[in-house]
């Protein structure tokens, strides 16, 4: 780079790399599909390969993996010098959803009931990504053109549960159903971008549409409604997915031009269109930020953001009966919260030891917000953040990060805000022997809130009596053992908790009520051991064992919420869920190679309890594949 | 907002004023950060050391003969030749001045060690101990280089989280390894992505483990899908500019704008879903209708009320307000209550 070559470098051939595999995947599944959310619960050949050519000036890469028609990774790369590079990213996934099975606990009463109309149904969605960049530069010259995009869709049948009957309080019924998913969410940007001596610049558009299909609006019949707003019966239209259309625009500025000082600016502008119901929101964001590094060891960091978010939403909306279109009714619509949000930050990196170093950061952020009386949210809201953080090498074998954050926010807007936290984290790694890895992670934090804020049904804001305190702490730990060159042990193991207590406002007798303190609290353990060991060159054996208990519940005391039953019963929650995984590979002379994997996946639901909307379920998977290697 | 037509007036004007201002020849030079090549003799300790090209380096030492078949193969490695076209790049401009490294070292000697069956090695420790350089002067190796036009996705890299955190290119990047571990152009494929990241991010992988969560176990989703580990300007190094942004590149059914809208709160979606991975179904991070009932009142009970009428209200809330994202139809009540 700062010298003539005394010779011409004679670039080597570089021999291209392909390798094929092909095989059958089995697979069998009992009970819930959530047993095994995210794997096409089907038998399916599988089919793959892997293609690099390297001869300059071009560089090919294929790589394909393809499970079955929804489940695939292809990738394609190519470049010609550095004037053109191209990746496209292709991949498909199918998730499994639930059918969930309404309770009615008591038939003979007709509300609140339930209409099931999906009995035995299975759903599951099949979702496509696909992605593409192109970067055209120009020769000799640091400009580039580019264009990326995405293509994301959604294709499958899920359950709609909704309210029907009249959809009002004397009239509730639960309905459940199945609706077809057909959507398709399409980006395109088009950028430039120069390096143009002291600094560079990108700008770029972008254009964003979705499109709803299948399903994309339900009917159904709905009896009269004596709310305030009354309203006849009639064949009305509810869940609609609207379609959307949207554009964004960004300029970039990065400097770094004296290398002790870079600088970074970035203002875009994203415009939101709800094409069904003509709301709009446009969204400003500009953001700066400065890195100094006086000296090697100390370094500040300044960032600025201001957002404004402009909503924009109809003053009126009209529902109308399909079937009789002078049956239709108009409605008032409060305007969306419109917002203002600057945020300033400042930071500090020093090295205070070579092995010892120290940040800290404090930042300030205002949130303006419109219409905000309507909403029962205050005017504004302030945000305080103070954080402090220390890695150091206590040992050659022994590394410790530490990390404190405070939090103080002034008119919290929603009750899960806190007005102050505290947050603590620390890391400690350990290497007591050469073959032995340890990691301990813990984490703890602490959010307290003085006073709640709820509305009423009759629109007015009720103070609660009680404050909220929220704790959170996990903890992690880890041990690898490198038993020998070609034997290693993994275990690891999560703790996770946490609780809310605050107090639970309802009505009762036609009253404000409150059930003061209570506890919310959930758990999760997750065990974990995975072992790698290739017992001769040619063969490779893989396998990992995975168990996670976790459980919620929380624990109300007013009698109006335990009599006759529990409320908490109707959502109470202890799942098992244990995954194992078995792998191994034998290579042939010749590049052949025979590979086979087995997954196992179970899910309890350890409560059994007939309430909630967890079912039991288990699969099984065998992969028999075959591969080459040119 | 007619934003668009004032970002093009900026670059119309920005664009020739800067060619003024820095000369066509400058904006040609594509030069690295100045005083780069100062520095990196202040790193090796020894301001008499001089470059002495790849073909010294190269002939001398044969250890590292498998590396630059490795780095030969490597993006990188076509900018060893004038002929690329590309900005020339060198052992040197990683590792250093070689002079010193090679000193004493004669063709005569390597051909007499050969003959003694023995490779002639070079003084290593006179280049740049980059595995044992402070993070940040780690990147500064590539980022002499890298400036944000050659690879634009480092326009936020120097106040990230990971350039602040002592995260270095590499960490992540392997320059002389990547295609004898499989790898392509330095950097893993995004099937893979998930097994790096957990390098430091284990408790996430763990998290991960949660009954419900994103298929970044399963491999088919990638950390990259959401994050940018380059840095970005938002919290968490998301790839898009806010939360829902991010969220609404796969869940755009969920973005809106709509009618009725749900306060703000779903201009940040964690403030209901953990997006790794959580206890609650649809990776909420509290179970409904305890995930309600922090802000909202529930519905009219007693002790009174029947078993039926405490389990439809109590239950899952989101059974009856099934658009809870936000909806254009109002509710019977004539409200937005998100029933419709």
């Known amino acids: ?630 | 907002m007619k934003f668009s037509g004032i970002i093009y007036g900026i670059f119309l004007v920005v664009l020739p004023v800067t060619i003024a201002i820095s000369g066509c020849e400058s904006l040609k030079s594509s030069r690295a950060i100045l005083p780069m090549k100062e520095y990196e003799r202040m790193i090796v300790g020894r301001l008499d050391a001089q470059y002495v090209g790849t073909q010294n380096c190269l002939s001398a030492c044969h250890y590292h003969d498998e590396i630059r078949h490795n780095l030969d193969a490597s993006t990188m490695g076509v900018q060893l030749s004038r002929k690329s076209g590309m900005p020339l790049v060198n052992c040197e401009s990683c590792h250093g001045p070689g002079s010193l490294a090679i000193e004493g070292i004669t063709p005569e000697k390597v051909e007499m060690d050969a003959k003694n069956g023995k490779q002639t090695a070079c003084n290593y420790t006179t280049l740049i101990d980059i595995k044992n350089l402070p993070a940040q002067a780690q990147s500064l190796i590539c980022l002499k280089c890298h400036t944000a036009n050659a690879t634009f996705n480092l326009h936020n890299w120097n106040a990230g989280a990971h350039a602040f955190s002592d995260v270095s290119c590499i960490s992540c990047h392997s320059i002389c390894s990547a295609f004898k571990m499989g790898k392509y152009d330095l950097k893993v494929q995004p099937k893979d992505t998930a097994e790096m990241c957990y390098k430091c991010h284990q408790d996430v992988r763990a998290e991960f483990s949660l009954p419900t969560h994103h298929p970044v176990p399963e491999k088919k989703l990638f950390c990259t899908d959401c994050h940018d580990a380059h840095g970005t300007n938002n919290d968490k190094l998301l790839r898009k500019e806010t939360v829902k942004q991010t969220c609404a590149m796969c869940h755009a059914d969920k973005e809106g704008p709509f009618v009725y809208e749900h306060a703000e709160i779903t201009e940040d979606c964690t403030t209901c879903h953990n997006p790794h991975g959580s206890v609650s179904n649809n990776l909420l991070i509290l179970r409904e209708p305890f995930l309600c009932l922090q802000c909202h009142q529930g519905h009219s009970t007693s002790a009174a009320s029947a078993m039926e009428r405490k389990g439809a209200y109590y239950t899952q809330c989101t059974y009856c307000h099934s658009r809870i994202h936000g909806t254009d139809l109002p509710s019977a009540s004539g409200k937005g209550k998100f029933t419709q």
Not at chain 1, 609 to 621: C, K, L, R, T, V
């Open chain 1, 1 to 630: 780079m700062y010298e003539e070559e005394p010779e011409a470098y004679v670039f080597p051939a570089i021999t291209p790399v392909l390798s094929a595999f092909t095989g059958y995947g089995f697979v069998d599944a009992k009970g819930s599909a959530r047993g095994n959310e995210y794997e096409y619960l089907h038998n399916s050949i599988l089919l793959g390969g892997e293609l690099k050519v390297f001869s300059f000036p071009h560089r090919l890469h294929l790589d394909l993996d393809l499970r079955n028609k929804n489940d695939y990774v292809g990738e394609a790369s190519y470049a010609f010098k550095d004037i053109v590079s191209f990746r496209e990213i292709n991949r498909a996934l199918f998730h499994n959803l639930d059918n969930i099975t309404l309770k009615d606990l008591d038939p003979v009463t007709p509300s609140p009931g339930v209409d099931i109309r999906d009995a035995g149904k299975e759903y599951g969605l099949k979702a496509g990504l696909n992605s593409f960049l192109l970067r055209l530069k120009t020769p000799d010259f640091p400009s580039h053109f580019y264009i990326d995009g995405s293509l994301i869709e959604r294709k499958g049948v899920q359950q709609q549960i909704s309210l029907s009957g009249s959809g009002y309080f004397n009239d509730i019924v639960r309905k459940s159903r199945q609706r077809d998913i057909d959507w398709e969410t399409r980006t395109v940007t088009v950028g430039v971008n120069s390096h143009l001596g002291p600094f560079e610049l990108d700008i770029s558009h972008g254009e964003k549409r979705f499109d709803a299909g299948g399903d994309k609006v339900l009917y159904e019949d709905y009896a009269a409604a004596n709310s305030a707003a009354p309203r006849g019966a009639g064949r009305y239209p509810y869940s609609l997915v609207p379609e959307l259309r949207g554009s964004t625009n960004t300029i970039k500025l990065h400097t770094s031009y004296t290398g002790g000082i870079v600088a970074a600016a970035t203002l875009s502008q994203t415009d939101r269109e709800n094409r069904d119901s003509g709301a709009k929101a446009d969204y400003l964001i500009g953001n700066g930020e400065i890195t100094w590094a006086p000296v090697a060891k100390l370094a500040f960091f300044l960032k600025y953001r201001h957002k404004e978010t402009d909503s924009d939403n109809p003053d009126a909306v009209t529902l109308r009966d399909i079937n009789d279109p002078a049956n239709s009714y108009a409605y008032g619509v409060r305007p969306s919260i419109s917002s203002k949000t600057d945020t300033a930050s400042t930071a500090m990196r020093y090295r205070l030891l070579a092995a010892v170093t120290l940040r800290s950061e404090y930042t300030y952020e205002t949130v303006r917000r419109e219409n905000a009386n309507q909403w029962a949210v205050p005017d504004s809201t302030q945000r305080h953040v103070f954080s402090l953080s220390a890695d150091s090498r206590v040992l050659k074998n022994l590394s410790l990060k530490t990390q404190y954050t405070h939090r103080e926010i002034h008119n919290p807007a929603y009750n899960t805000e806190p007005d102050r936290s505290d947050e603590g984290k620390i890391s400690l790694s350990w290497i007591p022997l050469q073959r032995i890895n340890t990691l301990l992670v813990y984490s703890l934090s602490e959010e307290k809130r003085d006073a709640l804020l709820y509305v009423d049904r009759s629109g007015a804001v009720v103070t609660s009596p009680g404050k909220r305190d929220v704790q959170r702490d996990k903890v992690f730990g880890s041990v690898l053992f490198l038993l020998n060159d070609n034997l290693s042990l993994n275990t690891a193991y999560l703790y996770m908790r946490s609780r809310t207590q605050q107090d639970v406002a309802y009505r009762s007798n036609s009253a404000n009520a409150f059930d003061t303190q209570v506890p919310y609290k959930e758990k999760a353990h997750n065990y974990s051991v995975d072992l790698s060991y290739i017992p001769w060159e040619n063969v490779n054996i893989n396998a990992g064992l995975s168990q996670t208990i976790s459980s919620s519940r929380f624990f109300p005391g007013a009698g109006d919420l335990l009599e006759p039953v529990s409320i908490d019963s109707f959502s109470e929650l202890k799942i098992k869920e244990t995954t194992l995984l078995l792998s191994g590979g034998y290579k042939f002379k010749g590049g052949l190679q025979l590979g086979v994997a087995y997954n196992y996946r179970t899910i309890k639901n350890e409560l059994d309890n007939s309430f909630n909307d967890w079912e039991d379920g288990i699969s099984h998977a065998l992969m028999l594949t075959i591969s080459k290697r040119w």
